[in-house]
């Protein structure tokens, strides 16, 4: 957790220290998902997302964007129907994307696409079978750096306050691996403009 709050201080500090900052505006958002889905009696997947976001706009159009996510996913199968296992996935991860945005900054309604690269911190796997500890399992994957890309748009609710909807997508892994697929998101949230 220590280096992404040293990417955010170092990246917060680029942001307002020199010059070249009053030239532009920033955007500090903030969104997230959630998803439980009762998939048949005594099952039950479960998933959650938080992603906090900070971005430079240096033009009306164009904005660099730094984010961390977090997320979990987990499936439950109880004893009474199955093997009584959990299935738990958790990941993070910290972007950098070029942001292009359409329209101007007052407009109600600008949609954007956003490309960049995500740095995979943790991707974790974890199995628990209730009845059988010992075949019990944790699989981990190492930290890599991934391609990654994104649409969306924010909706104006006031001057400075906008709700943010989009989805986002990254490779699961590094593309160098074998097997590699994409991994995606949709995120809901708020953005506040300054």
């Known amino acids: 957790m220590r280096p992404v709050l040293h990417a955010l201080a170092f990246s917060s500090a680029l942001l307002f220290a020199g010059p070249a900052a009053l030239a532009g505006f920033v ?90 690269v995500a740095y995979i911190l943790e991707k974790k796997r974890v199995t628990v079978f209730e009845f059988n500890p010992s075949q019990s399992a944790t699989a981990e994957e190492e930290p890599a750096l991934v391609p990654s890309a994104g649409v969306g748009f924010r909706l104006a609710l006031t001057k400075n306050w906008s709700l943010k909807a989009g989805i986002d997508a990254w490779s699961s892994k590094s593309v160098s691996a074998d097997d590699v697929k994409v991994d995606y998101a949709g995120r809901l949230g708020l953005s506040w403009m300054f």
């Open 27 to 116: 955007e500090v958002g903030a969104s997230g998902n959630f998803k439980r889905v009762n998939v048949a009696d005594g099952i039950v997947d479960t998933q959650r997302s938080l992603t906090g976001s900070l971005a430079y706009y240096f033009s009306e159009q164009s904005a660099v964007e730094l984010s961390y996510t977090d997320g979990l996913q987990k499936s439950e199968v109880a004893s009474d129907v199955g093997l009584g296992q959990t299935i738990s996935v958790s990941y993070s991860l910290i972007g950098l994307d070029f942001i292009l945005t359409l329209g101007e900054r007052d407009a109600v309604l600008r949609p954007y696409a956003k490309a960049g």
